[in-house]
């Protein structure tokens, strides 16, 4: 489904401050998998995702989605069929429009036909079971500005936005880490669903490790741009979290007590 061969980004080649994002990155996810991807901060995980959505063309290596070779296409073209939610709330909505045009917009890009923000009759049909589906109400607030949501409101209408036409691949790239805990559980579970209801293949970067290993069906960790464990299967089911800081410890010669430690944070 997905295929990564060889990848490889180094920024500011040449230059003092040089730096090898990707080192040879290789990976294949079926379809229907959902990835979670760990590892400490700069270890290449937003980087990958820049990589596969095209934010940059990759030095060494190819992309192959769905058997097309994407390793060239331009970003525009590669969101028409990978949907990507970011860490920050404020992206990937326009603000001022309403939730209803935000949709019609989102759902108009992934065909031939100019982008439109005016919903047909359809349209929003569609768009309010969709919402209502999702239980947090906005079903009835389809006229509301965007920018006058709530954070997790406007992350759960960025997800819709994302899949309301199925992609080949979600990105969630720490979708709820700016978000209050019971808010990032309530998106989580509302990602979940969408998930499975769609049989999305996803790949979701996080900082929680406990998280990462009861999410989805694997769990990578990047060092270095590097992936050091692919988890999956029976291993993946039994393993806890001082586990798999022991297996990262043990690779890296660098040990830590708990997951806040190892990536820098204090959430």
Known sequence: ML????????????????HTALNSV??????????????????????LFNAICGSFFLDQGSIQLNGDNIT???????????????????RGTA????????LALAHSRTTARP??????????????????????????RM????????????????????????????????????LDPATAEKVMQITRQ???ETHLTTMMITHNIAQALETGNRTLMMENGQILFDIQGDMRSRMTVDQLLGMYSSSTNRVFDNDRMLFGTQA
Do not use: W, Y
């Open 3 to 18: 295929d990564i061969r060889n990848a490889v980004k180094v920024f500011d080649r040449g230059s003092p401050i040089e």
């Open 26 to 47: 290789s990976l294949h996810l079926n379809p229907g998998d959902f990835v979670t991807i760990i590892g400490s901060n700069g270890a290449g995980k937003s980087t």
């Open 72 to 90: 060239f296409e331009p970003e525009h073209r590669r969101a028409r069929i990978i949907g990507r939610v970011f860490q920050d709330p404020m």
């Open 95 to 102: 603000p001022h429009m309403t939730i209803e045009e935000n």
């Open 115 to 140: 982008l439109s923000i005016a919903p047909s009759r359809k349209q929003r049909s569609l768009f309010r079971d969709r919402l209502a589906s999702l239980g947090m109400g906005l079903e009835d």
């Open 143 to 178: 006229k509301t500005q965007v920018g006058l949501l709530s954070g997790g409101q406007r992350q759960v209408v960025t997800l819709l936005m994302c899949t309301v036409v199925t992609p080949r691949l979600l990105l969630l790239d720490e979708h709820t880490a700016a």
């Open 194 to 196: 969408v998930v499975q």
